[in-house]
């Protein structure tokens, strides 16, 4: 949550309106008005006393509820979990169905396979935008990520020269497993027929 939702919903959760918030912190309604539509942010003085008067840290006051902001992180990584298997069962399926539809339909076939991959590339996409609003780029942080656990303690070893070469290894790896799995499928499905 941002702050302007915060100090509205506790303004209205202590009874207060604008006007009566404004003359405890001893700032005009204007000002409130002004928080709470987003135009401006108060200073750190001002924050003090609205922590004071509401009896929440500034934690609570300006990052918003732990427990709601947890929750989402939860789901996001349920989310990221569901959509990598999805890419991985695309991708296997890809890659094993080469063989036999250039055996059924002959060139025309592939079209079958391209539809397939472009699935399991939907998903890789939305497991990188997931991983771009989290700034979660590494294995480790990724973990992190979806146990729930600190990301800063991650990031905090994160080495760009390594994962950069460890991404290059990944992908060069795969499409190593992924061409040969596609020739042997090719190969036993014209050696089969």
Do not use: C
Request: hydrophobic share 45%; aromatic share 10%; no cysteine.
């Amino acid at each position: 949550m941002n702050f302007n939702k915060q100090l509205k919903l506790y303004r209205e959760r202590d009874g207060y309106s604008q006007e009566e918030l404004a003359e405890k912190i001893y700032v005009t309604r204007q000002t409130i008005s002004k928080w709470e539509n987003d135009h401006t942010y108060p200073d750190i003085h001002n924050l003090i006393a609205l922590s004071t008067l509401f009896d929440v840290t500034l934690d609570e006051l300006v990052k918003g509820d732990v427990a709601i902001m947890k929750n989402n992180q939860h789901i996001e990584a349920e989310k990221m979990n569901r959509l990598s298997w999805v890419m991985i069962v695309f991708i296997v399926l890809t890659v094993l169905s080469i063989g036999p539809v250039m055996l059924l339909w002959d060139w025309y076939g592939l079209g079958i396979s391209f539809v397939l991959w472009g699935i399991s590339m939907i998903a890789a996409l939305k497991i990188e935008k997931i991983k771009k609003e989290r700034d979660v780029q590494t294995y480790s942080e990724i973990v992190a990520f979806i146990d729930g656990e600190d990301l800063e303690a991650a990031r905090a070893k994160r080495d760009k020269k390594r994962d950069r070469w460890n991404k290059t290894k990944i992908v060069l790896g795969f499409s190593l497993v992924a061409g040969v799995l596609a020739a042997i499928s090719s190969f036993l499905w014209v050696w089969l027929s």
